[in-house]
Each structure stands twice: as C-alpha cells, then as structure tokens.
C-alpha cells in the first residue's frame, strides 16, 4: 500500500518495535502469541521470532500505544511540533532551503530535513511565529 504509515513515519524513522507485550504461549517452532491490548484487536497476535525483540529497559527505545494515536485502519498521522534550524544547500544553478523538524513522539536526536517549502504549505503555523520574528527585526 503506497503511502500509508505503519505506526509512525515511513521509511527509517519508524519506530521499529512497539510493545513490551506479554508473551502467552510458543506456537510452533519458530512463533509466539503476544497478549495484545484491545486497541490492537485486529492484529492477528501470533508473530514470527523475527519481528520480536527482547525487551530492553531504555524507555527513550519504546513506543507506547498511548502516545500513538491508531486509527481503526492501524494508520497513524505523524505531526509536526518545531522547526528546529534552517539552512541552505547551493547547488550549481538554485538553492534549496531545508528545515530540520521535531516530530510528535519523536526525541531531538531523530529529527527530520524536509524541503522548506513543502513544509510551509502543509504546515504553515509552524512558520508563523518565525515571520514575526523577520518583520520586527526589520522595523528596528
């Protein structure tokens, strides 16, 4: 499915592992049924030991269902909260301004560069305290 966001962004900032989930009972050689919450009922709670990780207590690693809001389709919409810094790369014939964005549920460590302008039209209130900022400086 082309364009859909499994519990986060697409690629390789996406959480990676959700959980820690109880284990219930070994099935078979190589899976295991997990004791799923009920807003993950429509996962089918039986997984490969290859998509299974031992839990580790780094909290800062752990993606809780509580802070991920899932729609009933499992797809979640991941929001911006800042512009972080802003810079410009010279090629040979243009510039292209970039921004370094924080992500709701994400640290400052695994901020994003995204394309300043495409930024500014599906976010536009994350720029509007920053032009507020240019045009009293420009008055002084």
Same mark, same amino acid.
């Given at each position: 499915?082309?364009? !859909?966001?499994?519990?986060?962004?697409?690629? $390789?900032?996406? +959480?990676?592992?959700?959980? +820690?989930? $109880?284990?219930?009972?070994?099935?078979?050689? !190589? %899976?295991?049924?997990?004791?799923? +919450?009920? *807003?993950?009922?429509?996962?089918?709670?039986?997984? =490969? !030991?290859?998509?299974?990780?031992?839990?580790?207590?780094?909290?800062?690693?752990?993606? =809780?269902?509580?802070?991920? =809001?899932?729609?009933?389709?499992?797809?979640?919409? *991941?929001? +911006?909260?800042?512009?972080?810094?802003?810079?410009?790369?010279?090629?040979?014939?243009?510039?292209?301004?970039?921004?370094? !964005?924080?992500?709701?549920?994400?640290?400052?460590?695994?901020?994003?560069?995204?394309?300043?302008?495409?930024?500014?039209? $599906?976010?536009?209130?994350?720029?509007?305290?920053? *032009?507020?900022?240019?045009? %009293? *400086?420009?008055?002084?």
């Amino acid at each position: 499915m082309k364009g !859909v966001m499994r519990f986060g962004k697409k690629g $390789k900032l996406s +959480p990676r592992y959700i959980g +820690p989930y $109880k284990i219930i009972r070994r099935v078979g050689q !190589v %899976a295991y049924e997990l004791e799923l +919450p009920q *807003e993950l009922s429509t996962v089918h709670p039986v997984f =490969h !030991v290859s998509m299974l990780r031992k839990y580790i207590g780094d909290l800062s690693r752990i993606t =809780h269902t509580d802070d991920v =809001h899932v729609t009933e389709d499992l797809n979640y919409e *991941e929001v +911006p909260i800042a512009i972080l810094d802003r810079q410009v790369k010279k090629l040979r014939n243009k510039e292209v301004a970039s921004v370094k !964005v924080l992500w709701r549920n994400q640290q400052v460590e695994e901020v994003t560069s995204e394309a300043e302008e495409a930024m500014k039209s $599906k976010y536009p209130h994350l720029f509007q305290s920053e *032009e507020k900022g240019q045009s %009293a *400086e420009l008055r002084q």
